[in-house]
């Protein structure tokens, strides 16, 4: 069995610590995530919360409790240095909370040049770390999770099957799997060539704003449907033992809908079946990988999932080289072949 991708944590917040903050530390982020809350989704303001809540553990803890808008440059640094040191951040993780506070210094900046007119955004003088891969990543094939698909067959597993059925054939995030409904699969409903199921209706997927963004998913009709359609009667068989009534695709075993903490209990299970570790964003990767490597143009796939810009395709696109399609070895193979006449 793969050994899970470890996160450390170093826990330095709690209520008993937030209960201490100095109060008009408390009011400065209080008044900025309301302000944040009208534009952006509520994830996105809980994960701001949480960077404040370690930024200003840390202040309460080693720097004084002082005010936000009186700190210096060093005390800024210190923090980061403090991120690396004693909270073992990544890149990633870094790169998250300097964005975080630079927001909030500039809203600072903007509404409160009033209060504290000589107030200055400290993020400026903090370099950000370099971007890096702190984590291995599991980059799969289709036979491997052809693999995967036909262990939960045997395990009679077929709700697991039919969500990696979607995942492999849309790319979909684990928050937008649960949103799918049966009332958005229509086989007549196609696209490109009648090789993608186009939901019938939008959903909603990550992107700025406070609701996000709802767009239509195209589904690989002939990956999707044979699983979908294997795993309806069970599903038709526990709504109506359990006397439910709703239209979400992948439900519990009391027949309630499937929450993202359900369909993540079972991805978890998966590894037992693979040499390399599942996680969440694996099926997108997988999947931008597989059209990529089949020829699909990168602003098809980019069209496919509503990117904003082809550059999230190279993000997701984990083909080397000497996995993508080269028309020109054709060339070679004829000058060869011609050679060996």
Not at 2 to 22: A, G, Y
Not at 40 to 63: G, H, K, M
Not at 185 to 190: F, L, S
Not at 319 to 331: I, M, R, V
Request: proline share 3%.
């Amino acid at each position: 069995m793969p050994k899970p991708r470890e996160t450390f944590r170093n826990i330095i917040t709690s209520k008993e610590i937030i209960s201490k903050f100095n109060p008009e530390n408390q009011k400065l982020v209080n008044r900025y995530l309301k302000n944040l809350a009208t534009k952006r989704s509520p994830n996105t303001v809980q994960a701001y919360t949480s960077d404040f809540n370690i930024f200003f553990a840390w202040n309460y803890l080693f720097n004084d409790n002082i005010l936000f808008t009186d700190m210096k440059k060093l005390d800024m640094q210190d923090f980061f240095d403090f991120g690396i040191t004693d909270l073992k951040w990544g890149a990633n993780r870094y790169s998250r909370c300097h964005s975080s506070l630079s927001e909030l210094s500039k809203f600072i900046e903007k509404f409160y040049d009033d209060i504290y007119p000589n107030f200055r955004n400290l993020l400026k003088f903090v370099d950000k770390l370099p971007k890096e891969n702190v984590r291995e990543k599991s980059v799969f094939k289709k036979e491997e999770l052809d693999y995967l698909m036909d262990k939960l067959g045997g395990a009679k597993k077929f709700n697991e099957q039919c969500l990696l059925a979607l995942i492999m054939a849309s790319g979909a995030r684990a928050s937008e799997l649960v949103r799918f409904t049966t009332d958005m699969i229509d086989y007549e409903n196609t696209a490109f060539d009648g090789l993608f199921l186009e939901t019938a209706s939008k959903i909603k997927v990550k992107g700025r704003g406070v609701d996000g963004k709802y767009i239509e998913r195209y589904i690989i009709k002939d990956i999707f449907v044979p699983y979908y359609e294997k795993y309806l009667p069970i599903r038709k068989e526990i709504m109506d033992k359990n006397k439910k009534e709703h239209n979400f695709i992948f439900i519990k075993r009391d027949g309630d809908p499937a929450s993202v903490d359900t369909i993540r209990s079972w991805m978890d299970k998966w590894d037992n079946y693979l040499t390399k570790h599942w996680y969440p964003h694996a099926g997108r990767h997988f999947w931008t990988s597989y059209l990529s490597s089949i020829g699909l143009e990168k602003e098809l796939i980019q069209e496919l999932q509503k990117w904003s810009s082809s550059e999230l395709v190279d993000v997701y696109n984990d083909n080397t080289a000497k996995d993508k399609k080269w028309k020109s070895l054709d060339k070679l193979k004829s000058a060869l072949a011609e050679e060996n006449k």
